[in-house]
């Protein structure tokens, strides 16, 4: 998340083959609460606390955890019991008793010392209907069937995974939509995380085409398909973009959406269906 909130631009400027390096600092608001958390059905709810540091400031060890915050979280307007602080992976969670529930609401607040309190939350969005993935190997296509929901606006995110011989996925494909079957979804550029919404089939029964940077050799491939709500569409929408132009002297620097109010982070719902297949 430190690339969230580090918007230091390198200026290039080429003057008789000569190389000059200017950083850019950007205005800082002061220290806030920083509250990240992706929040799944059935799962329990992993929440992250650390503090912001002014756009100058670039460590690699991260953000500083903020250990002794005090969490609490509302389901529907009810209050949960206190999340409990746990160390996973080397890194501070407060990790919920209860699992998350398709539909209801999360309103996640977090206090700490003299910091503004934060308030951030999300509904869960219903599981994407896919189904139907296949490939052949050797080629570079792979297809899967999506029903979108009609009425409301929705969205989705594609990854793609290599899975091993057990099964279990161990590294992750670049593709993109196929041009001889999507081309008028979206850019045809090559990507690990294709974000997109329904605007363009709102309701139908469509076969998504993917297109593979490289030819399939795996036999065991497994297809991630998520729905999103507007929060974490919008999020992952701006962080993706924030990564393609990094470093680019050319464009404005992108801020990457937060619904924490009073503070930076996101707290947003995600559906994921997984489906792993064997290659043809």
Known sequence: MKSIFVYTLLL???????????????????DKIVVNSLIQPDSVIYIRVTRSVPSNVYDDSGFEEIKNA???????????????????????FFVTAGKAERGKKYTIR???????????????PPAPAASEPGAVRTSSRIRFTLDDNPGGKDYYRFRLFVCNDEMQP?????????????????????????????????GKRLLFVLETQEPITSQYLMLEVSSLTHNSYQYFLTTRAQTINNGNIITEPVRVFTNVERGYGIV????????VFRTE
């Open 110 to 124: 977090v206090a700490s010392g003299k910091l503004d309190p934060v308030t951030a939350g999300d509904t869960l």
């Open 12 to 30: 290039v400027a080429l003057l008789t083959s000569c190389e000059k390096r200017v950083n850019i600092s950007l205005p800082y608001e002061g």
């Open 70 to 92: 005090a969490v609490s979280i509302d389901q529907d307007g009810t209050p949960m019991p206190a999340p409990v602080q746990q160390v996973i992976k080397g890194q501070t």
């Open 268 to 275: 947003a719902g995600i559906n994921m269906k997984r489906m």
């Open 170 to 202: 161990v590294s992750m494909r670049s593709f993109r939509l196929d041009p001889a079957f999507s081309n008028n979804l979206l850019d045809n550029n090559y990507t690990t995380s294709l974000i997109i919404n329904d605007e363009r089939f709102n």
